[in-house]
């Protein structure tokens, strides 16, 4: 068995690059989801994906049909060269996969960005059975452990109903995966929220598989009309305001959801994420049960510390010079 990291290059298993950092050198490329940092395309590589992280990559990243996609629906088993893998839910946005990679007798499991919990639209992970585990650290500090997801939701709602009787509520969140829950909470609030156009459009994807965000209109000279604006964080910035200051004239309530310390030009943070929260990920680990754990993401090198003071067999991925699993 081969277990390789190129550094800033992606996980490479045999002749496979799973969520390469940059353009591909290998034939076969696995995508688990749709977010920026997990794809790089090319015109020459084979690409294989759930057939939601398709319609979601089409969408964000490549308009045309010139790259050659493969679908692996959830729990179908695809054959490569000395290898078979099975995509399994992780929780993370639609389409997100863990992948299971069966080789030499030997099972391998590749969390990728997960939620072990359920979310809002989705079942949380299942722990897959290992011998080695390469999961993801993004929050792999014990400072993040997120507050009961309900009554972050909760406070959401009721923040949204007081700050709207007032003005205008703009909430920000990545236009991918949070926009859309904001799209529910809103709804859950009593109001069809304004959206930029690129989450208008992910919000359609949402609902083509199944996944009802809710009632939403597209920004479009229209704010007036609307109480609750939901934007890419981004794009919340000293423009903005000024622009609603000049153009609406109402008093502007503004709310970030991330997993993150941040506020920027925000009033408020809640604490809603998409990812698994420290104690998520050690539970992960110990229901995995695999000899040999990789960190990588984030705080990869204390994650790996903490689960080896556990007893666990763990190594930082990312930050490690030796990149053959063999010479660990």
């Known amino acids: 068995m081969l277990f390789m990291f190129e550094h800033k290059g992606g996980l490479v298993f045999k002749d496979l690059i799973i969520d390469p950092h940059r353009s591909p050198k290998q034939d076969k490329?696995?995508?688990?989801?749709?977010?920026?940092?997990?794809?790089?395309?090319?015109?020459?590589?084979?690409?294989?994906?759930?057939?939601?992280?398709?319609?979601?990559?089409?969408?964000?990243?490549?308009?045309?049909?010139?790259?050659?996609?493969?679908?692996?629906?959830?729990?179908?088993?695809?054959?490569?060269?000395?290898?078979?893998?099975?995509?399994?839910?992780?929780?993370?946005?639609?389409?997100?996969?863990?992948?299971?990679?069966i080789s030499d007798g030997t099972t391998n499991a590749v969390t990728s960005d997960f939620r072990l919990k359920d979310s809002l639209f989705f079942k949380g992970a299942e722990p897959i059975k290992a011998d080695t585990l390469v999961v993801e650290t993004t929050f792999g500090d014990p400072k993040y452990v997120f507050p009961n997801q309900d009554d972050v939701v909760s406070e959401m709602v009721s923040w949204i109903e007081a700050s709207a009787k007032s003005g205008l509520v703009v909430l920000g969140g990545y236009s991918?995966?949070?926009?859309?829950?904001?799209?529910?909470?809103?709804?859950?609030?009593?109001?069809?929220?304004?959206?930029?156009?690129?989450?208008?459009?992910?919000?359609?994807?949402?609902?083509?598989?199944?996944?009802?965000?809710?009632?939403?209109?597209?920004?479009?000279?229209?704010?007036?009309?609307?109480?609750?604006?939901?934007?890419p964080p981004q794009l919340v910035d000293r423009h903005l305001m000024a622009v609603l200051d000049n153009f609406d004239k109402r008093k502007v309530f503004s709310a970030m959801a991330t997993g993150w310390e941040f506020r920027g030009m925000f009033n408020k943070t809640f604490p809603l994420s998409n990812h698994a929260d420290f104690n998520d990920l050690v539970e992960y680990v110990k229901l995995s049960d695999p000899k040999l754990v990789l960190t990588d993401h984030g705080f990869c090198e204390s994650f790996a510390r903490k689960l080896n003071r556990l007893g666990f067999n763990a190594k930082p991925l990312q930050q490690h010079n030796q990149r053959i699993l063999g010479e660990y």
């Open 29 to 101: 490329v696995i995508f688990t989801h749709a977010h920026s940092d997990h794809v790089k395309l090319n015109a020459k590589s084979n690409f294989f994906s759930t057939p939601e992280t398709r319609a979601l990559i089409k969408n964000r990243f490549s308009k045309s049909d010139k790259h050659k996609f493969e679908e692996i629906p959830f729990g179908s088993k695809k054959q490569f060269n000395g290898c078979e893998v099975v995509l399994r839910p992780n929780g993370h946005i639609l389409g997100s996969a863990q992948a299971e990679i």
């Open 176 to 231: 991918l995966g949070k926009a859309q829950e904001l799209t529910y909470i809103a709804n859950q609030a009593g109001f069809t929220p304004l959206v930029h156009e690129k989450i208008f459009e992910l919000n359609k994807i949402y609902n083509q598989f199944g996944t009802n965000v809710g009632k939403y209109e597209k920004l479009d000279h229209n704010l007036k009309d609307f109480s609750v604006l939901i934007m």
